[in-house]
């Protein structure tokens, strides 16, 4: 007994971590639907109510959800189903039509995740998890999983259908495309898809007016549905489980392009632009002037008298004075402006 009185022979000795992280282990749900059960005030943490996302607690901490006292599992658990036609892939059915987690619920009493989903008359490999994070990670368009199709359809399935499948379709504004495909047959093909897209292969044999009779998942990243029987789920190994945590904790990162040394030579154009752009600041200073103000020519020039037209240097009548204040006046039209 811990010391709230309640058994603590399940408790495991872990580390302190995050409240959603603690959470999702304990089936909660994914890390993100745990955070929206900590805004909203379900879960508490030795007796008081937690709303802050950065709590953290460890091996000693009491967590409840709802006044239930929850406990992390002690490992990921994964299930294999081959799901048969006419079951759904969701957790509930309003209409009352079987459900692909019910088939799994007699070796697993705790709650479990389905890592992606089957239409209703598809049949084949389907995962449940009770790591809602590891399903979730899964599930993500960059994991890029592969997941191993089988159709089997009414009429021959032509190659330039399959080729322009592998380039990528568009069917009502959406593009489709399979990674590879392979020919068994006239009448049966395998392709390979790395997007979960609701009801992907059907749409586009569709599109392109062939009859499909049946479509099964044959493999999921590493997990083939091998010789199980239709109906049967049975636990992935250890070593099934770990090849599937290592391909959703890998990131499908672009490599950035190398970059390129940027020569020291006056064709550089950054180095032009910059060049242009001091030309244009010392223009400014020595142009850019008030009205009215007087430039230092001016001032030094105050206190001579002013020169006639045709003065004694011989200027014709009319002539403007040379010397600097002359290139000034010509150039802002600001100075010397007669209204």
């Keep these: 007994m811990d ?13 302190a971590m995050r409240i959603n992280r603690y959470l999702a282990l304990a089936n909660q749900g994914s890390r993100r639907s745990c955070e929206d059960l900590i805004r909203a ?27 239930k006292i929850v406990y992390p599992d002690k490992q990921t658990i994964v299930y294999a189903l ?6 759904l892939s969701s957790e509930a059915d ?11 619920r007699p070796l697993y009493s705790g709650h479990l995740f389905s890592i992606g989903r089957l239409d209703f008359l598809s049949s084949g490999l389907l995962l449940f ?4 994070d590891l399903a979730q990670r899964l599930m993500r368009p960059e994991t890029a999983i592969d997941r191993v199709y089988t159709v089997e359809t009414a009429t021959p399935v032509p190659d330039e259908m399959l080729e322009q499948f592998s380039r990528g379709v568009i069917v009502e504004g959406i593009r489709y495309r399979c990674r590879e495909y392979r020919r068994h047959a006239a009448r049966r093909v395998s392709v390979i898809l790395q997007e979960g897209k609701n009801r992907e292969i059907r749409r586009v044999f569709s599109h392109f007016r062939i009859k499909v009779h049946r479509i099964y998942r044959v493999r999921y990243g590493s997990v083939t549905l091998g010789t199980l029987p239709e109906g049967e789920a049975r636990p992935l190994t250890d070593e099934e489980v770990r090849r599937l945590q290592v391909i959703a904790g890998r990131k499908n990162r672009r490599p950035k392009p190398k970059s390129q040394d940027k020569p020291a030579s006056p064709e550089n154009p950054s180095r032009m632009k910059a060049a242009r752009q001091v030309i244009v600041r010392r223009k400014k200073i020595v142009h850019k002037k008030p009205p009215g103000a007087a430039t230092p020519s001016s001032s030094r020039n105050s206190s001579r008298p002013a020169r ?7 200027g014709r009548p009319g002539a403007t004075p040379q010397g600097g204040k002359t290139r000034y006046r010509r150039k802002d039209p600001s100075h010397g402006s007669r209204d």
């Design 3 to 15: 010391k709230t009185g309640h058994n603590n022979t399940r408790r495991l000795a872990i580390e």
């Design 308 to 314: 006639q037209s045709g003065g004694s240097r011989g």
């Design 82 to 87: 081959n799901k048969p036609v006419r079951v």
């Design 41 to 67: 005030g379900r879960v508490q943490v030795d007796g008081e109510t937690v709303t802050d996302l950065s709590c953290r607690v460890g091996s000693e901490s009491v967590v409840r959800v709802d006044g």
């Design 129 to 132: 998890t009770n790591d809602g």
């Design 94 to 104: 309003p209409e009352g039509r079987p459900l692909a987690i019910d088939y799994v």
